[in-house]
């Protein structure tokens, strides 16, 4: 569901994968191959929300944007189930893990890794190639072993997935 509010409405790239149940409010810009799956919101009331390049928007994601902050995904980023971002930079490459959170102003980096069930509190940075966990999330160590091989991986999964749900509808 795509619904325009105060005169701004979703910019979707013809590529890209919107499940049935998503819903995108305002001012959503989503990139070439990218993907926003079942039971997604994402509400630009205030400032726009950008999915980039082949990122992955995976169900029941909410993103939000705060009056001053936009959100901001860059290419090639996995989003896990459940998560929420509010006002958010994430650099391309990232992966945030299953119901995380990240909140106003926080910036995560290039190839970064937010490991499920973390709280990246406000206004936080967190240095690309590294990996951050708790509540609220603290710098673990550098991207090593499995977790390279996510920030590797995970994206494209994503996409040959979301091209394949979109033949699916396009019947």
């Known amino acids: 569901m795509l619904i325009e509010y105060q005169g701004r409405k979703p910019t979707v790239h ?7 149940t998503a819903v995108l409010i305002g001012d959503v ?3 070439e191959g990218a993907s926003i799956w079942f039971g997604a919101v994402l509400r630009a009331d205030f400032q726009p929300i950008i999915v980039g390049k082949e990122s992955s928007i995976q169900d029941n994601v909410v993103i939000h944007v705060d009056v001053t902050h936009p959100t901001r995904i860059g290419e090639r980023v996995t989003v896990g189930h459940a998560s929420v971002l509010e006002g958010c930079q994430i650099d391309e490459n990232a992966v945030i893990g299953m119901n995380s959170t990240v909140l106003v102003g926080a910036h995560i980096g290039k190839g970064a890794l937010v490991a499920a069930g973390s709280v990246v509190k406000a206004n936080f940075v967190v240095p690309p190639g590294t990996l951050v966990a708790g509540n609220p999330a603290e710098i673990k160590k550098r991207i090593s072993g499995e977790s390279a091989w996510w920030i590797e991986n995970a994206w494209k999964e994503y996409v040959r997935l979301g091209q394949h749900y979109r033949s699916l509808l396009d019947r």
Do not use: G, L, Q
């Not at 013809?14 to 049935?20: E, R, S, W």
């Open 29 to 31: 810009v989503v990139e």
């Open 14 to 20: 013809p590529t890209a994968f919107i499940a049935p």
